[in-house]
């Protein structure tokens, strides 16, 4: 029968072949050698330290004997005949001298040649059998072996003998006298092991009796405290109420105030015993609301009820690494567009950089060249992202007095002619890397979700805060239909900004009513018109008149901004302002009707283009006019006031932030109007104090907005704890979160809604901006939507 040879396994080395026959096996053995030659090497060089070590220790056993030798001889020599009784200590001496000290030569001669001989024995060990033998190696430890307890030996050999020595046992030979050195060491190890078996034992045993001490004690604890304090289940008033406080939102859209529910839950509250008293029950309404959700979550935690914080909500993906927050600001306009959308972020951006704490990114809105020509003034136009950025810090640097270093990104934007704002084309979200998808201000978070069609904000975003720029509201009654489409637009911004937003800070009272919203003015004015106050206080210390002009007003020319209430006012009383003549700087989409109108009317009235209420032509005028009430909080009125101008304004909640300024002037009626008017230009205003100068800068703004967006409490939460994001599903002894459930199916559906290009065009969104176009791919070197999305749902 032919015989086969069993395979071999082939081992893959780079690109090359597997060992076998021939050069394989040579390359094989080669490397075993090689690694045998390095272990070798470094065991030979660890005997040579212990070998070292053991010698520095005999030397100095024999150095100390030898001392003892010498003094014993020096003895013997130098010191008189003792007498008879003392002769038993001299031949102790003398037998030292005589029979130890040669021993002690001889001793030394044979464990010097048995260690070499054992140092060469070991070495051959390590060593391959040889080329001829098979390619393989064995490692003999006995060698190490005999080398541990041969130095062992001989460290322990010389104290042992000392021992010996001076006990007498050397007269009974070499293998009598190591033995019996070798049975004590035994027992002495023996011993040594007993005894410690014998301690880790008891430490043990008694570690184990503390620990069953320790759990039984808990045990009676927590059975005590259950029994001590049984909690009543939720009767059928607290039911109901948190049912209505549950269902606020759902009630809030279909038209039913907070009041009314507030006060049913108090009602409610007063009627249960359990955690809210008579006394409880006559305090404000959140103090009622906080104690039954107290009352709530005792009796989950009783029952053992866990929850998730929402049924729609995801985890965030952003986690702190290195103890720095982003913070990205997405607005829904851009410089060279003078508009409070397009400046005020930019401030925002510019200041929040000054803390230490967070970076922070500036989203804008790119429009192809085709869109820039209707919106940019001058026909300014830019070719690249890169060219637009280059103009918005240049800007901003000759109005700062710092160094911001802020990133500036591009989100792709479309232009309504119709809505006269920029829409987002495409997921707004999707231009903020996930890395650093931490804290998300939305400037105007209604306009940039209308027709948002991709990932919520809340999902993606550990915290999400929008602040409201503009009163829709009242620019959509003003046209076709505009009860009609006001009602429409009023839900569906609730709808929206419940969905996407954490937080919601209204700059004034003359927005909409917002879910989740406060009101808190956190702007602040360029610090340029706050240097030309101070120039023109210290013209007026100086005795020279800082004012040689009279009145003006200045805005976008488009009726909604205030020229018809100016129109009106003007023609209303034009024989009581006979002689007052108002300047007027804008330019806008009815600049020629604005202007026909007033030439028809006779009014005193100049215009002139638009240009920067910093110019130094606007310096010299004294009094600033807005009568506009379609605004949230005039940007313009806010610098009229820090370049210490008189302001009149109509009495409206828009202006309540600027009423505590001495040279802030209201009125009510066309009549009150014109004697403010008279006023103004009869007297001199008051120059502005330290604080009210600080209250019109961006630092006061900053600090408001960090207060009510809560930024501060975030900011301060995370770094108490580094390095562990937040997560939105972090689980906790809870109610269900209605509110949650709902706010994530409202943004399902607005997903579901905004898909459905029909329905897009039907409410009034661009054609073609679910998805940015050709053009904005190649502005700004994007893929297109079909390759980002190859399965595109809705």
Same mark, same amino acid.
């Given at each position: ?26 390359? @094989?053995?080669?490397? +075993? ?13 660890? =005997? ?28 013997? /020599? ?6 008879? @009784? ?6 102790? %001496? ?7 000290? *040669? ?14 001989? =054992? ?25 190490? &072996? ?50 410690? /078996? ?38 059928? *008033?607290?039911? %109901? ?40 029950? +006559? ?19 009783? &029952? ?37 959308? @397009?400046?005020?972020? +930019? ?80 997921? /707004? ?22 027709? #948002? ?69 956190? #702007? ?26 009279? @009145? ?20 209303? #009383? ?22 026909? /109108? ?28 807005? *009568? ?8 313009? &009125? ?63 703004? &900053? ?11 975030? %900011? ?5 704890? *580094? ?72």
């Amino acid at each position: 029968m032919e015989a086969r040879a069993s395979p071999r396994p082939s081992i893959s080395i780079g690109g090359g072949g597997g060992f076998g026959a021939g050069r394989g096996d040579d390359s @094989a053995f080669s490397f +075993l050698s090689k690694g045998w030659r390095e272990v070798r090497d470094s065991a030979t060089a660890d =005997l040579r330290l212990m070998r070292a070590r053991a010698d520095s220790l005999r030397t100095l056993a024999d150095r100390e004997l030898e001392n003892l030798l010498a003094s014993a001889s020096t003895a013997l /020599t130098s010191a008189p005949p003792p007498p008879l @009784a003392a002769g038993a200590p001299i031949a102790e %001496l003398e037998f030292v001298r005589t029979r130890i000290q *040669p021993k002690i030569s001889e001793l030394r001669r044979r464990y010097a040649s048995q260690e070499r001989e =054992l140092g060469r024995r070991v070495l051959e060990g390590w060593a391959p059998r040889g080329a001829g033998g098979p390619a393989r190696a064995r490692v003999d430890l006995s060698g190490i &072996t005999a080398i541990r307890n041969a130095i062992v030996s001989e460290v322990d050999g010389g104290e042992r003998w000392r021992r010996a020595v001076w006990s007498g046992e050397v007269e009974a030979g070499e293998g009598k006298e190591w033995e019996v050195v070798r049975m004590i060491r035994d027992g002495i190890k023996k011993f040594e092991r007993r005894s410690q /078996t014998s301690e880790i034992f008891e430490g043990l045993r008694s570690t184990g009796e503390l620990v069953e001490k320790f759990k039984s004690s808990l045990k009676s604890f927590n059975m005590e405290s259950q029994g001590s304090k049984e909690i009543p289940p939720l009767d059928l *008033p607290e039911i %109901l109420a948190n049912l209505v406080r549950q269902s606020e939102p759902f009630l809030d859209q279909l038209g039913v105030r907070r009041d009314p529910c507030d006060k049913l839950v108090e009602a409610l509250c007063r009627k249960q015993n359990h955690s809210l008293s008579e006394d409880t029950s +006559l305090h404000v309404n959140d103090k009622s609301s906080d104690e039954l959700d107290l009352r709530i979550a005792s009796v989950l935690q009783s &029952t053992g009820y866990h929850a998730d914080d929402g049924f729609w909500s995801e985890p965030a993906k952003y986690e702190v690494s290195d103890n720095k927050r982003h913070v990205a600001i997405v607005t829904t306009a851009s410089l060279p567009w003078m508009t409070g959308t @397009a400046v005020n972020p +930019l401030f925002r951006a510019a200041y929040l950089t000054k803390g230490t704490r967070q970076d922070v990114t500036l989203v804008v809105p790119w429009l192809c060249k085709s869109d820039q020509e209707l919106v940019y003034p001058n026909s300014m136009t830019f070719n690249s992202p890169e060219e637009q950025e280059s103009y918005i810090r240049s800007w901003l640097e000759e109005r700062l007095g710092f160094e911001s270093n802020f990133k500036i990104s591009f989100y792709p934007g479309k232009f309504s002619k119709e809505r006269r704002s920029i829409i987002p084309a495409g997921d /707004t979200s999707q231009f903020i890397p996930s890395r650093e998808a931490d804290i998300a201000i939305l400037e105007e978070p209604e306009h940039l979700n209308w027709y #948002h069609h991709g990932k919520r904000w809340t999902d993606k975003f550990n915290h999400v805060v929008g602040v409201v720029h503009t009163n829709y509201l009242e620019y959509i009654k003003r046209e076709k239909n505009g009860a009609l489409q006001a009602f429409l637009v009023k839900h569906i911004n609730n709808w929206v900004t419940r969905a996407y937003c954490d937080k919601v800070l209204r700059l004034s009272a003359a927005t909409q009513d917002l879910p989740k919203s406060i009101v808190c003015n956190v #702007h602040g004015v360029n610090p340029k018109f706050l240097k030309i106050g101070e120039e023109i206080t210290s013209n007026r210390e100086s005795g020279e008149p800082p004012f040689s002009k009279g @009145a003006y007003f200045l805005g976008k020319m488009v009726w909604a901004k205030g020229y018809r209430e100016l129109i009106d006012l003007m023609a209303k #009383h034009k024989s009581d302002l006979d002689g007052f003549k108002l300047d007027v700087y804008g330019s806008g989409e009815d600049s020629q009707e604005v202007q026909s /109108t007033a030439r028809k009317l006779d009014l005193s009235l100049n215009f002139f283009k638009g240009r920067d209420h910093a110019d130094n032509s606007l310096h010299g005028y004294k009094v600033f006019i807005n *009568p506009s009430i379609s605004d949230v909080l005039c940007t313009a &009125t806010a610098e009229a006031l820090a370049m210490g101008k008189f302001v009149i304004c109509a009495e409206h909640p828009s202006n309540e932030f600027f009423m505590s300024f001495p040279n802030f002037l209201t009125f009510k009626t066309s009549e009150e109007f014109v004697a403010r008017v008279k006023e103004a230009m009869d007297r001199e205003p008051q120059p502005l104090t330290p604080e009210q100068r600080y209250n019109l800068s961006w630092e006061a703004a &900053t600090e408001r907005f960090m207060e009510y967006s809560d930024l501060d409490k975030v %900011l301060n939460n995370e770094a108490a704890q *580094p390095g562990q994001g937040r997560n939105r599903k972090n689980t906790r002894t809870s109610q269900p979160n209605l509110s949650d459930i709902m706010d994530g199916g409202l943004a399902f559906a607005h997903r579901c809604l905004t898909g459905n290009e029909v329905l897009r065009l039907a409410t009034g969104a661009i054609p073609g901006t679910r998805d940015y176009d050709k053009q904005h791919c190649v502005d700004m070197g994007l893929l297109p939507p079909q390759v980002q999305h190859p399965v595109y749902g809705w």
